[in-house]
């Protein structure tokens, strides 16, 4: 037991090890390949921005020149250039000189930067520079050569916030409660660990200071080699797994690590589970085999030998064990039966002469009772070919839910288990014997892990109102570790209607979340990737329209406007993307402030203007007086108000009117067909538009669901936002529902608590 319980603890550690480090390795290769795709990209809107014709033409005549220049032109194009990305903090234009020619930061004008190794090197090439500047702040310079016919005129540089590097680093996904990704690169006063003092703490090293990140993996990483730890102390002398990667593009070091003692936590509770069973089974073989040996071996060998003798046909003899203990009692019962066996044999033979005339007269009436049993006979046979069958059906019946792959128990009217099948014990690590007579579902099964309304109200719904429940719920098996599973209770009444036992079915389905997590995670990705190049189409239509590449005829900026709003469509569907993965991810900044809500709503009416002008509606606003200021994100609440209001406008004929209400609503009172429990918040979208069908409206809050009479008026819309509003609505406690006549209208009810959203810490924004 100890060999094989050593063999399968070593066996463990080691797959576990492998997973671990082939685990750290996939997601340091992640990351690395993200913060490269991350700096190729700046570099290609730093390649955007410089290859206007017109910009370099400006430049070449300030060379030419001796720094005469149209700087306003200048400015207004790289001006033009910030306002379309977000993330750019500064964007400069520097002369052969090594001077600030024109800058976004007009401080920056004139600076001197030519002992830089950005601009020496920018000179040359594209690239990526990081810098640490002594009060701590990073900064990351993108920089790049400007030259017309192979004439080096300057030198473009982009300063970039450090937002989306910050969030690609500090995503621990995958990594555990423990796990990090650590970034560090070269510059002049050392190894500087990035991201910024935002996150972490900053820190340099010398050869004899080796404290940055996990010091060995992040050595190897900065020499551009791709290694794995399974033991190595990090900066916090804990022992860690690790791996590590190199970001060429920038001369980046990255390291993921994980802690070793939550990487192999389930091989060391195997271990400690292990050992202790083992000893215990040691003591109670050790005092069993004595006790037997000596209570019971030998009196046990007395009282065989007896019996052979007696089966010998020796009828006097006696064992005679004068024990007071249960073999002694057996012996000498033993003896009584043999006595009373040889006083029986006696009487039989006497009998036997009595009976043996009794059998012959009663030979005549069994012959005549014989017709009689025989039809009996031919009954008690059909009935037992029918009581077959039905012992069948009920075996394969046995069979089939023992060997269900689902989990399946049985319990009493209180919870108790009383059958369970091997799907359970495959599912949850529990042996069927472990559990019987169990409460289900408690923690010392495989439950427990939900908060008690949860169980509060699932009992009630099975119990109480006598209902089959279905749900999703967390449970872990015997070894600790959690799963997800989809489950079914149902309630087995008697004819009276009172419960005799309930009847539950689980299926794991943690597979089936993680794959739906890793959708939303590529969704999230690919939306991410999309954004760029469809930043650059909407970039060089703009120039295109504008005029930059030369002037087009009116056919050709059609088309253009055609290419232009198209472009505009896909960077509308991949923003609707990207917050729906953020949503289904959990990784959105609920970021609650008072807000005045009235002003809210109008500034999106303002903006739905033209559209409400162009299609001649009647837009009405009901607002109560004096409602009070509620503590909700004012971007999360702009979004569903948006969703909502463009809905209605959108899907609303010609002529037609919306009606927006805001009002205070107090506990107990009605909102449409809904009573509000809470003091809240109840806003009111209704119109004269479309509808939506009766048969659908079950589906109208799906994710990229739209009903067919708006698809076939309307081919624009994405689906999503109406899941939008309830994602958002649902999270923050509130409430969303809808009523609708299709070719009549719909009236919109949102609801929330005057108690407002919580705040929640995320990495990405709604909006």
Do not use: C
């Not at 791996?243 to 192999?264: F, N, P, Q, T």
């Not at 014990?425 to 949860?454: Q, R």
């Not at 009847?503 to 939303?520: L, N, S, W, Y």
């Not at 479309?690 to 819309?717: C, H, M, S, W, Y």
């Amino acid at each position: 037991m100890i060999v094989v319980g050593l063999v399968i603890i070593f066996l463990s550690s080691q797959v576990s090890r492998s997973e671990i480090i082939a685990h750290l390795q996939t997601t340091v290769e992640s990351r690395t390949h993200h913060i490269e795709t991350y700096f190729e990209q700046s570099i290609e809107r730093l390649k955007m921005l410089t290859s206007r014709t017109k910009l370099r033409e400006l430049l070449k005549n300030y060379n030419q020149s001796q720094g005469l220049i149209d700087k306003e032109s200048m400015k207004g194009i790289i001006q033009d250039a910030k306002m379309t990305a977000a993330d750019l903090d500064q964007i400069l234009i520097i002369g052969l000189d090594g001077r600030v020619i024109t800058s976004t930061d007009e401080d920056l004008i004139g600076y001197d930067f030519s002992n830089q190794d950005f601009f020496i090197v920018g000179k040359q090439t594209e690239g990526v520079y990081l810098l640490q500047k002594p009060s701590g702040e990073f900064r990351i310079f993108v920089f790049g050569p400007l030259d017309l016919n192979n004439q080096l005129l300057g030198v473009g540089v982009m300063l970039i916030n450090l937002d989306e590097l910050d969030g690609i680093i500090s995503d621990r996904t995958g990594l555990g409660e423990t796990g990090e990704v650590i970034v560090a690169f070269y510059d002049t006063n050392g190894v500087r660990r990035y991201p910024s003092p935002r996150l972490f703490e900053s820190r340099a090293i010398d050869q004899s200071q080796e404290s940055v990140g996990t010091a060995l993996p992040m050595k190897e990483a900065l020499k551009g080699n791709h290694q794995t730890f399974e033991d190595i102390l990090d900066y916090r002398n804990v022992r860690v797994m690790a791996a590590s990667s190199y970001v060429k593009i920038a001369h980046l070091g990255v390291v993921a690590k994980m802690d070793r003692s939550e990487a192999l936590a389930g091989v060391n509770r195997v271990g400690e589970y292990f050992i202790f069973i083992s000893f215990i089974f040691i003591i109670i073989f050790y005092f069993l085999n004595y006790f037997l040996s000596s209570k019971l071996v030998k009196p046990i060998e007395i009282l065989r030998r007896g019996i052979r003798i007696v089966e010998g046909g020796n009828l006097d003899y006696k064992v005679a064990i004068d024990s007071q203990d249960e073999i002694g009692q057996l012996s000498r019962s033993f003896d009584q039966m043999t006595q009373s066996i040889k006083k029986a044999y006696d009487e039989v033979e006497l009998k036997v002469q009595d009976q043996t005339q009794q059998i012959k007269e009663s030979k005549i009436e069994l012959e005549n009772q014989q017709k009689a049993l025989l039809n009996i006979l031919e009954d008690v046979e059909k009935e037992k070919i029918n009581s077959e069958s039905l012992a069948k059906d009920l075996e394969k019946f046995k069979l089939a839910v023992d060997n269900a792959s689902d989990h399946i128990v049985i319990t009493d009217q209180d919870g108790t288990i009383l059958y369970a099948n091997k799907g359970m014990e495959k599912i949850t690590g529990f042996k069927i014997k472990e559990v019987l007579g169990k409460k289900v579902g408690s923690k010392a099964t495989w439950g427990g892990l939900m908060d008690s309304d949860f169980y509060k109200k699932m009992w009630n719904t099975i119990s109480v109102k006598k209902q089959v429940f279905i749900g999703e719920l967390k449970n872990h098996r015997k070894n600790g570790v959690q799963y997800e599973t989809s489950a079914s209770i149902s309630p087995i009444l008697n004819q009276n209607g009172k419960v005799v036992f309930f009847v539950g079915i689980e299926r794991d389905i943690t597979k089936e979340k993680e794959v739906d997590r890793a959708k939303t995670e590529f969704v999230s990705l690919a939306s991410h990737q999309l954004r760029t190049p469809l930043s650059s189409i909407n970039w060089y239509t703009e120039m295109l329209l504008a005029g930059d590449a030369g002037k087009i005829n009116k056919e050709q900026k059609s088309y253009l406007e055609e290419v232009y709003k198209g472009n505009k469509r896909m960077v509308d569907l991949v923003n609707s993307l990207l917050n729906v993965s953020r949503l289904d991810l959990g990784t959105f900044i609920v970021e609650p402030e008072l807000t005045d809500i009235p002003p809210l709503a109008i500034s999106v009416i303002d903006e739905l203007k033209p559209m409400i002008a162009k299609k001649q509606l009647k837009v009405t606003q009901q607002y109560d007086k004096n409602l009070p200021k509620i503590n909700v994100d004012p971007k999360l609440l702009r979004v569903v108000f948006q969703n909502l209001l463009s809905n209605a406008v959108k899907y609303t004929p010609e002529q037609g009117s919306v009606v927006v209400e805001l009002h205070l609503i107090k506990p107990g009172q009605a909102v449409g067909k809904e009573k509000i429990k809470v003091g809240s918040l109840a806003i009111i979208v209704s119109d004269t538009g479309f509808g939506i069908p009766k048969d659908q409206q079950d589906k109208i809050f799906v994710k990229l669901f739209r009903a067919d009479n708006v698809r076939e008026k309307d081919t624009e819309g994405t689906g999503l936002g109406l899941y939008i509003v309830k994602s958002i609505v649902t999270q923050s406690g509130g409430k969303v529902w809808f009523d609708s006549v299709e070719d009549k209208g719909t009236k919109f009810y949102v609801v929330i608590p005057l108690s407002g959203m919580k705040k929640k810490e995320g990495t990405k924004t709604i909006g």
